[in-house]
């Protein structure tokens, strides 16, 4: 009876290894959209478990890579796909079809036990994160006089990381401008930990990462400037762009001749269907229907390129964009 009982569990065992597919989907990229993502084909192989779907994270940068290598299907992005990466995918004949998926309102993080910071400007988060700042910002106080001598460390995205490119932009005025004495990571669960435990921590992320860590974390109010309001990323202060500079497009990347293929778009119309209902689920902020609809309809007729060549995504109107580039 043993033996018949092991062969059986081997049997199963292989069974499930070397499962035959009807067709493969490799993702790769941002650790922010990956929740997302991974929800998205999470339904889509109950859907059609014929389907083999991988969702990994490397990064905007690094899945951007793998994606002009010809190594993944689609790429998950929190930023547009830069010049020179743009400039790459035309020299190796890469053709991709750009898509939004949702909103990211970037959460600026301290830890629970930070009792002195109510909110902060945009003009402070520059003075503690701007290169100039490397080795001379160390504390709260330099900051604001009115915050207490507490060390101030720092923790936020590694530079391969489409997250790292959009808040320098915005907040220092250039992609990739940054001091660089900071906790750094592709993880955003390793700067959570950090953060949670440092009470002279502050970090930025992903809200859905904010949101699935609220209990842990406490989320601060950003000002524009000092006498503007205080505003915290929620559906309504993003999506109505109150929430500046901080709100941005998330994005996939199809490869165009992946695109052809019939799963491939079976996938990526399951995901426009699906995408503002799963938004919320994982904590980020859906865009407009129309906005679907209208990368929907690119992606149906082929519209390769991104909508943000040479243009700045830092408070860009994704709905015109895409209207005036269809």
């Known amino acids: 009876m043993s033996k018949v009982y092991l062969l059986l569990c081997c049997s199963i065992f292989l069974t499930s290894c070397f499962k035959s597919y009807k067709g493969k989907i490799n993702i790769d990229g941002s650790s922010s959209v990956y929740p997302l993502t991974e929800a998205v084909a999470e339904e889509f192989r109950s859907e059609d478990p014929d389907i083999r779907v991988t969702v990994g994270i490397s990064g905007t940068g690094g899945g951007f890579k793998k994606f002009l290598r010809g190594e993944t299907d689609i790429s998950n992005a929190s930023r547009p796909i830069s010049p020179k990466e743009l400039a790459e995918s035309k020299r190796l004949g890469i ?11 970037m959460a600026i993080v301290v830890s629970p036990k930070n009792s002195f910071v109510d909110d902060i400007t945009v003009a402070e988060l520059k003075k ?25 460390n720092l923790y936020g995205a590694g530079t391969s990381s489409g997250t790292y490119d959009y808040f320098t932009e915005a907040i220092n005025g250039k992609a990739k401008a940054s001091r660089g004495d900071y906790t750094a990571s592709e993880d955003d669960n390793v700067l959570v930990q950090g953060v949670t435990s440092d009470v002279g921590g502050l970090g930025y992320f992903g809200l859905a990462y904010y949101t699935e860590n609220k209990a842990k974390l406490r989320l601060v109010p950003v000002k524009q400037h000092a006498t503007s309001e205080a505003v915290y990323p ?16 998330e994005f996939i990347y199809v490869n165009a001749k992946s695109a052809k293929k019939p799963y491939v778009r079976a996938f990526v119309k399951f995901y426009l269907a699906n995408a503002a209902a799963l938004a919320k689920e994982v904590g980020y902020i859906p865009l407009p229907e129309e906005a679907y609809r209208l990368s929907y309809q690119r992606f149906l007729e082929g519209k390769t390129g991104s909508v943000f060549e040479n243009k700045s995504v ?5 709905l015109q964009l895409l209207s005036i580039n269809p």
């Open 314 to 318: 830092v408070s860009a109107n994704l």
């Open 128 to 152: 503690m994160w701007s290169p100039e700042s490397q080795r001379k910002i160390k504390s709260w106080k330099q900051v604001r006089e009115s915050w207490p001598d507490v060390p101030l």
């Open 95 to 105: 053709d991709f079809i750009e898509i939004p998926i949702c909103y990211d309102g």
């Open 234 to 249: 929620t559906d309504s202060t993003v999506q109505h762009g109150k929430y500046q500079p901080l709100a941005r497009p």
